[in-house]
């Protein structure tokens, strides 16, 4: 075999390289961005963390990868991907460049055995009529409608000096834009303004964790505040993040009449967590507060 390889002249070693060369199946992924500076903008975290990521292409998503190991090794790739989402890198995830596709059995055709047939009364047919789902368009106006009556029971505190979490309020995952159940709470927000329009407010933001990353927001031009339309993809810190979200709310407040004179906003990041970032309850380090200054 290998003088018939020589005499065709192909090198052993060439055959070997290219055996090596195959890209391994598993690869932990710490970030996947659209831009791709924002993915070399991650990048430079990652190294500081003492790894040695690279940046790979998935072409068909058209998405920029943060790969910080590869390997063929099943076990090893979950294991470690554990570890990785209980340190900075909470988000880490496991690509399969090649997925298996999934094996399905053939039935056999079992032995037709006839049987005698004895002589039996047909049953009466009783008609169950199973409770319909409901659709998730039905499950998320349930869902809206619980939170306006939890939000309509509350009264929003209008002493000086009072600091008081605003209940309610969501973001979209990587994004300053706030999902639609939250606009019952700011809209509460919102008429306590107009019955005391002497009142001045400070908004507080706060994040999970103070990591960069990609930041989503609305482009300059949308006035679209609960929906990811008219989004652009960014790159910040989390006090940029903290920062963005508290003016989400401003700017919602200034489009519904609020005067803009009357509000200001201080960002925090993650520097003022309620529970350790890698708690069950950190969501609840996300959030928004409103400062009574006036």
Not at 95 to 103: H, L, W, Y
Not at 151 to 158: G, L, Q, W
Not at 204 to 221: A, F, L, V, W, Y
């Amino acid at each position: 075999m290998k003088n018939f390889l020589l005499a065709c002249g192909v090198s052993l070693s060439l055959i070997t390289y290219h055996a090596q060369a195959q890209t391994p199946q598993y690869a932990i992924v710490v970030g996947a961005f659209s831009v791709e500076a924002n993915a070399n903008k991650f990048l430079k975290f990652v190294r500081s963390k003492n790894f040695k990521p690279v940046i790979q292409r998935n072409e068909e998503k058209n998405l920029f990868y943060v790969v910080v190991q590869e390997t063929n090794d099943h076990d090893a790739v979950i294991e470690q991907t554990k570890k990785l989402q209980g340190s900075v890198f909470r988000d880490a995830w496991v690509f399969n460049r090649n997925p298996a596709p999934p094996v399905i059995e053939q039935p056999k055709p079992e032995p037709v055995i006839e049987q005698p047939k004895p002589v039996i009364e047909e049953p009466k047919v009783v008609e169950v009529v199973k409770p319909k789902k409901p659709s998730p368009e039905d499950s998320a106006r349930a869902a809206e409608e619980k939170i306006k009556a939890e939000v309509a029971k509350k009264i929003m505190a209008t002493k000086k000096g009072t600091m008081e979490k605003l209940d309610y309020i969501y973001f979209y995952r990587d994004a300053s834009v706030l999902r639609p159940e939250s606009k019952f709470a700011i809209d509460q927000l919102l008429m306590m303004l107009k019955e005391n329009p002497k009142q001045v407010i400070r908004i507080h933001g706060h994040t999970n964790g103070n990591d960069p990353g990609k930041i989503i927001r609305r482009t300059d031009e949308s006035t679209d505040f609960f929906s990811l339309k008219n989004t652009i993809e960014d790159y910040g810190s989390a006090k940029e993040l903290s920062q963005l979200r508290a003016e989400q709310i401003r700017d919602y407040l200034i489009a519904s009449g609020i005067d803009k004179g009357r509000m200001s906003i201080k960002a925090w990041g993650g520097k003022k967590p309620l529970f350790p970032v890698d708690d069950d309850r950190a969501e609840a380090n996300v959030r928004v507060e409103i400062e009574i200054v006036k």
